[in-house]
């Protein structure tokens, strides 16, 4: 054991700027506005790829049947079904039954992949007094989920949208549940702890709840010629205007281009093609509105502003957003965790003392 002196080393708050990792999963270029998923332009890879397909390029140095091991994961055990019970009995959010059923979950990372569906979607049912869907082997992973939810088989449309959905977000860099993920990874620690930890990181609303608040702030305006008045009081009552900006990105996110189009793809398939209308003209004017409130600032429409967007085209209720988003970037959990096993190095960084010395203790 050796002690390191850190009393002149620099510190960056909330590790701003900081690089603590190499990966060849995914690149994130805040200045160009570009996403790389596994070598891949995120606008090229989540509108035509499967769930599947990108199952295997982030994990096919652990698994070399990736596909075939989702379907084979679908089935809970009756200890998690159990756990779903209690939870529901006490109507917990879908948030924390999720983190409560996923440490029962026996095997490896593709089995959480595979059971994350399951769970969101049995935990769902029982909340609302209804019977769990029994598992399908022969859907594709988004239209399971949404089997899963509702008993029904969804359409070619729907299914592909919420894929696209899926792979879109399946990982963005050392954001704070991945890096959750990767810290408990170093430790040596199995996977399901480390998808734990992350979907604990993940339930905190800095990181995993706008969202909601981007379509409530929809909803609220209500009708086009409301948005101008009601944007310009948020904003000067110095509100945040959910669905607008990014911390990386200084241009428009990438994935906000992809989830657009899926989601105009879907509304022109049976989804209520007014909220669609609404949120299109809502965008156009929060875009003008916020240019001359901070001409100095690149705002521009992120990815939660679409996936509130297209996930309500697809019927999901706000309190399935985050625990949707769970189901895709588990994959990216997963790839993180063993990239990191494969470094082998604990993560352990130093911090600032900054409290009072010189103290004497008296008994």
């Known amino acids: 054991m050796y002690w390191h002196t850190v009393e002149h080393a620099s510190m960056s708050t909330g590790l701003e700027g900081v690089v603590a990792a190499s990966t060849r999963l995914s690149r994130v270029d805040g200045e160009a506005g570009t996403l790389i998923l596994a070598g ?56 924390d ?158 994935r906000a281009d992809v989830l657009a189009a899926a989601a105009e793809r879907l509304y022109e398939h049976g989804a209520d093609r007014r909220t669609y209308e609404l949120a299109r003209s809502i965008e156009r004017t929060a875009l003008r509105v916020l240019h001359e409130h901070k001409p100095d600032r690149r705002l521009d429409t992120n990815v939660e502003f679409y996936t509130a967007l297209l996930l309500h085209g697809l019927g999901l209720p706000t309190e399935l957003f985050t625990p949707t988003f769970a189901v895709g970037r588990v994959l990216g959990w997963c790839a993180h965790y063993h990239e990191q096993l494969r470094d082998g190095r604990l993560i352990r960084p130093q911090s600032e003392y900054i409290g009072p010395v010189g103290l004497q203790y008296v008994a």
């Not at 509108?47 to 096919?60: D, M, N, Y």
């Not at 769902?124 to 007094?129: C, N, T």
């Not at 449309?157 to 050392?174: F, M």
């Open 40 to 95: 891949y332009a995120v606008e090229d890879l989540a509108p035509h790829a499967t769930f599947e397909e990108v199952v295997t390029l982030f994990l096919t140095t652990y698994s070399s049947n990736a596909s075939s091991d989702l379907v084979a994961g679908r089935k809970l055990s009756p200890t998690t079904i159990d756990v779903l019970h209690h939870a529901a009995a006490r109507r917990a959010p879908p948030m």
């Open 97 to 254: 039954a999720l983190l409560m059923a996923t440490p029962t979950l026996e095997g490896d990372a593709l089995t959480a992949i595979a059971a994350f569906p399951t769970i969101v979607g049995t935990y769902w049912r029982l909340l609302h007094g209804e019977s769990p869907v029994p598992v399908r082997h022969d859907l594709s992973h988004a239209a399971h989920y949404l089997h899963q939810l509702s008993g029904a088989e969804p359409t070619p449309a729907r299914a592909r949208a919420l894929e696209t959905y899926l792979i879109t977000v399946c990982d963005h860099g050392l954001n704070a549940s991945t890096f959750t993920a990767r810290v408990i990874a170093s430790t040596q620690s199995d996977v399901i702890s480390a998808i734990t930890g992350a979907l604990a990181a993940l339930k905190g609303p800095l990181h995993g709840g706008a969202p909601g608040p981007a379509l409530d702030m929809v909803f609220e305006i209500g009708t086009p010629d409301r948005a101008e008045a009601i944007i310009r009081s948020k904003l000067d009552a110095g509100e945040r205007l959910m669905g607008f900006g990014h911390r990386v990105y200084r241009v428009r996110d990438p």
